[in-house]
């Protein structure tokens, strides 16, 4: 092993010398042969041969697949502890005069060692890494990092509410993500009291988040945290408030309405699709887990069935404008979805005495079904040919489907 390979040429090629106890070295060397958890004391030497008494306490790493990545190895200093060892400028010293002098020279060493407690001040918890690598905390050295000061009105980006907080706005984005391009391809308003209130609540939460990242500190180009409120105003100005304001429109709001015009209200429900930029900030909060192998597999099945439901949605908003054939008022019989129509007993048929225009169809809980089908079945390079595309904007579409199903499996 590469780490255990240099680990052991670190310690014996220039840290040993004449006085260090050779049975300590060899427990060193099995220590890492073994990938074992150890501690122990040994005499190394300086690069000017200076005797130096250290407490080595060596803990292996591992990874999520249990495999040893790095050794974190931690060395204390302990010479003024030890029996003093005679040099050139201490020769014919006494026992008691040599141990005075060591401790005498050592004594920052010994200020190191004894942990320092202000008054009102609490003794350090255990250091999170001991819990995130599963290592006891007496192998590990504690750590401690100073809580950026702040404006009473500033809130810290990496503090429990603000962790909370986002992953409910994350949460909240995948809902959007799956409902827009629904809403918008099957032209639904929201008449339904229970779903026109939830997206009232969701507008609501994207505002109030608006106002949050408005006082949330961000970390800079240098790694420092910027707590400064002109500076985080400047910042979100320049760069997510735009995409966040055109979020939290309540567009479901205003479509409710019967009075709306045709044109306003489709063109309201375009602008619904703003929404889906939002998931540039969800793909930067999950960058972090993909090093974890389970974490991806989880990500790569979601993004792909919200590939195939944006898709499964175009499939559709192109049979559906192309169904009808608006210049002789005529249905296409070969459209996938008169086909459908005909299959499931609602076929189309055309209202001469009333409204003048085509009614009937296939309801849309079967339409979508149908459509996610078709998606699924491309996408994965498995058409049973049982829904085909017919026309050329359908053959098209089908093409580029194909090539991405292509990408996805290389």
């Not at 005679?86 to 942990?115: H, I, N």
């Not at 905390?137 to 503090?159: A, F, V």
């Not at 339409?367 to 498995?382: A, D, E």
Request: charged share 20%; aromatic share 14%; net charge negative.
């Amino acid at each position: 092993d590469i780490t255990s390979i240099f680990f052991l040429s670190v310690f014996s090629s220039f840290m040993y010398g004449e006085l260090t106890d050779k049975d300590t070295t060899e427990k060193v060397r099995l220590t890492f042969e073994n990938y074992e958890m150890n501690s122990f004391e040994i005499l190394m030497y300086k690069k000017n041969r200076t005797p130096v008494w250290f407490f080595v306490k060596i803990a292996p790493i591992r990874n999520e697949q249990e495999k040893v990545v790095l050794f974190l190895c931690t060395f204390s200093d302990i010479t003024a502890f030890k029996q003093p060892i005679e040099d050139d400028s201490s020769k014919g010293w006494g026992k008691f005069a040599r141990l005075t002098r060591a401790l005498t020279s050592s004594r920052g060493v010994l200020q190191q060692l004894q942990p320092t407690v202000h008054k009102g001040e609490n003794v350090h918890k255990h250091s999170r890494l001991a819990e995130v690598l599963q290592l006891g905390s007496d192998i590990l050295p504690q750590y401690k990092q100073e809580t950026p000061k702040t404006p009473p009105h500033i809130i810290l980006h990496y503090c429990l509410f603000k962790t909370t907080w986002d992953w409910v706005i994350l949460i909240l984005t995948f809902y959007t993500a799956i409902m827009v391009p629904y809403n918008v391809s099957f032209k639904t308003k929201q008449n339904n009291v229970t779903w026109l209130v939830v997206d009232s609540i969701v507008d609501v939460i994207f505002l109030v988040d608006i106002v949050l990242n408005f006082h949330t500190t961000f970390v800079g180009p240098a790694g420092e945290v910027i707590s400064d409120p002109k500076l985080i105003r400047m910042n979100y100005l320049k760069t997510w408030f735009v995409i966040d304001l055109l979020s939290c429109l309540p567009y479901d709001v205003i479509n409710a309405f019967e009075n709306v015009d045709e044109g306003i209200s489709s063109l309201f429900s375009s602008l619904k699709v703003v929404r889906l930029l939002r998931l540039g900030r969800v793909a930067r909060k999950l960058d972090h887990y993909i090093e974890y192998g389970a974490a991806v597999l989880v990500l790569l099945v979601c993004v792909f069935g919200l590939a195939a439901h944006w898709l499964a949605c175009i499939w559709y908003s192109i049979g559906d404008y192309e169904v009808i054939d608006e210049e002789t008022n005529i249905v296409r019989e070969d459209s996938w979805l008169y086909i459908l129509a005909e299959t499931v007993g609602t076929p189309y048929r055309f209202n001469a005495s009333g409204s003048g225009k085509w009614e009937g169809g296939p309801n849309k809980d079967s339409v979508y079904i149908t459509s996610l089908y078709f998606t699924m079945t491309s996408l994965t390079s498995i058409g049973f040919g049982n829904i085909a595309p017919t026309t050329d904007g359908e053959k098209i579409f089908a093409v580029a489907m194909m090539m991405i199903g292509c990408e996805w499996v290389a």
